[in-house]
T-cell receptor, first 112, second 114 residues
Framework: TQLLEQSPQFLSIQEGENLTVYCNSS?????LQWYRQEPGEGPVLLVT?????EVKKLKRLTFQFGDARKDSSLHITAAQPGDTGLYLC????????????FGQGTILTVHP | KAGVTQTPRYLIKTRGQQVTLSCSPI?????VSWYQQTPGQGLQFLFE???????NKGNFPGRFSGRQFSNSRSEMNVSTLELGDSALYLC?????????????FGPGTRLLVL
């Protein structure tokens, strides 16, 4: 059972376009993290959201945590080839110390 | 601060052998988690250690085990390797505060079982 459903799985766009990646669950998470991973490397943390309704911006990236803390989205404005990679959402639940539940990931390719 | 380090980065083993992977967390982090990443299953949680105690365990067979030392360094061991154990094994460390469970990942160990 995949507790975190991430969509779309693949995204191929042109430089300059906007995009949104979604991460949905029927479960409540105490926090949700977004990572970006390059081939052969470990995931690199982009942001952690904790409060329902929270919005965080990181340059051209905007992250939102749903009011009920069951879903999140990542929006990229004016995508660049350097944004290419695997984007992963991961949720932490209550007392499940050290255990993150990951979505399946979104492979983003930005063409110049 | 230095990041999470994992050794070795690459490993080739044959079926039936055993393997030990090592992880050094970020200085000051006391929690170390291990994950297995495969194309088909994505990232799956193996186990987590805190202060030398296993606090949480995923749904993997007993062939997968781990431990943590007093300096927070951790090792995981896989015995009787199977072809399906080929994967990227990731270690993550965290410094848990009251609100967040932010984990920082190492580069991973790529294990190939032949």
């Amino acid at each position: 059972t995949q507790l975190l459903e991430q969509s779309p799985q693949f995204l191929s766009i042109q430089e300059g376009e906007n995009l949104t990646v979604y991460c949905n669950s029927s479960s409540v998470f105490s926090s949700l993290q977004w990572y970006r991973q390059e081939p052969g490397e470990g995931p690199v943390l982009l942001v952690t959201v904790v409060t329902g309704g929270e919005v965080k911006k990181l340059k051209r990236l905007t992250f939102q945590f749903g009011d009920a803390r069951k879903d999140s989205s990542l929006h990229i404005t004016a995508a660049q080839p350097g944004d290419t990679g695997l984007y992963l959402c991961a949720g932490a639940r209550g007392t499940s110390y050290g255990k993150l539940t990951f979505g399946q990931g979104t492979i983003l390719t930005v063409h110049p | 601060k230095a990041g999470v380090t994992q050794t070795p980065r690459y490993l080739i083993k044959t079926r039936g052998q055993q393997v030990t992977l090592s992880c050094s967390p970020i200085s000051g982090h006391r929690s170390v988690s291990w994950y297995q990443q495969t194309p088909g299953q994505g990232l799956q949680f193996l186990f987590e250690y805190f202060s030398e105690t296993q606090r949480n365990k995923g749904n993997f067979p007993g062939r997968f085990s781990g431990r943590q030392f007093s300096n927070s360094r951790s090792e995981m061991n896989v015995s009787t390797l199977e072809l399906g154990d080929s994967a990227l094994y990731l270690c993550a460390s965290s410094f848990r505060d009251s609100l967040q469970e932010t984990q920082y990942f190492g580069p991973g160990t790529r294990l190939l079982v032949l």
